[in-house]
């Protein structure tokens, strides 16, 4: 059996199990409306960050952790702190946790020009390294645009781990199956947000559909100039940034 047919025939399955078990007629559709049974070849989801608005409160973190059920000393989701020294000299640290812990204030005369919060997370790529090297096909591309792993395909071979450039994948210590954001895939196919971007206070992290033409990420999408992490590695990131610097990587 293909990836293809696994993906559509294991997820319809999952789908009439959950229904069936409800007693449910009627699935929930992306829209959040009754009457139509979710339809993944109707959308095209892509996430978007404002730098500029984060404050690094790290109360997506604390949202991801605890709809995700993410064990302790892992995190999905990440705060970074850049502080620019000068035009070549920048330093990036992270407090324990991806953010849950603060950050130590900067220094007073540490030379820092500038100072700003970048969020991080898989950038769920049309081209993923993760699905490339993974043996047995357990990583894969659902139709709207999301990277997930199959903890039943899975073998914890830590490949994708490795091939990752973003660093968003970890070994489950109790599972033992590579995990990682999801996009909060059991929410968003209910037409629910993810968890990270309701908890957000700043209206920093913004969750969207490229096919509903009134969608507000869509729209800025194509009419605001944005960016990605590491273009040169051509992996088409579907997470996409505003207001991000020269200096993040």
Avoid at 107 to 127: I, L
Avoid at 225 to 234: A, C, E, G, K, M
Avoid at 241 to 248: A, G, N, R, T
Wanted: with cysteine; proline share 6%.
């Amino acid at each position: 059996m293909i990836r293809r047919d696994f993906v559509t025939k294991g997820l319809g399955g999952v789908l009439t199990i959950l229904i069936s078990r409800s007693g449910i007629a009627q699935a929930l559709t992306g829209d959040g409306k009754t009457g139509d049974t979710y339809d993944w070849e109707q959308h095209d989801y892509a996430y978007l960050i404002d730098i500029a608005k984060c404050i690094g409160c790290a109360m997506c973190v604390r949202a991801c952790k605890r709809e995700n059920n993410v064990p302790d000393n892992f995190v999905r989701t990440w705060i970074e702190r850049y502080h620019v020294l000068d035009f070549n000299n920048t330093i990036v640290d992270s407090s324990p946790n991806g953010g849950l812990e603060g950050f130590k204030p900067l220094a007073e005369g540490s030379g820092a020009n500038k100072a700003f919060f970048v969020p991080k997370m898989c950038n769920h790529c049309n081209k993923s390294p993760c699905e490339q090297v993974c043996p047995v096909g357990a990583a894969y591309h659902t139709k709207e645009g999301v990277v997930l792993v199959d903890p039943k395909r899975c073998i914890g071979c830590g490949y994708c781990i490795q091939a990752c450039p973003f660093g968003c994948r970890f070994l489950h210590p109790t599972e033992h199956v590579a995990s990682k954001c999801t996009w909060c895939y059991h929410r968003i196919t209910k037409g629910l947000k993810p968890a990270c971007v309701l908890a957000c206070p700043r209206g920093v992290r913004q969750f969207g559909d490229l096919k509903d033409p009134n969608d507000p990420v869509r729209k800025i999408l194509l009419e605001t100039p944005v960016s990605v992490l590491r273009p040169d590695l051509l992996t088409e990131p579907q997470c996409f940034y505003l207001h991000m610097d020269k200096e993040v990587r």
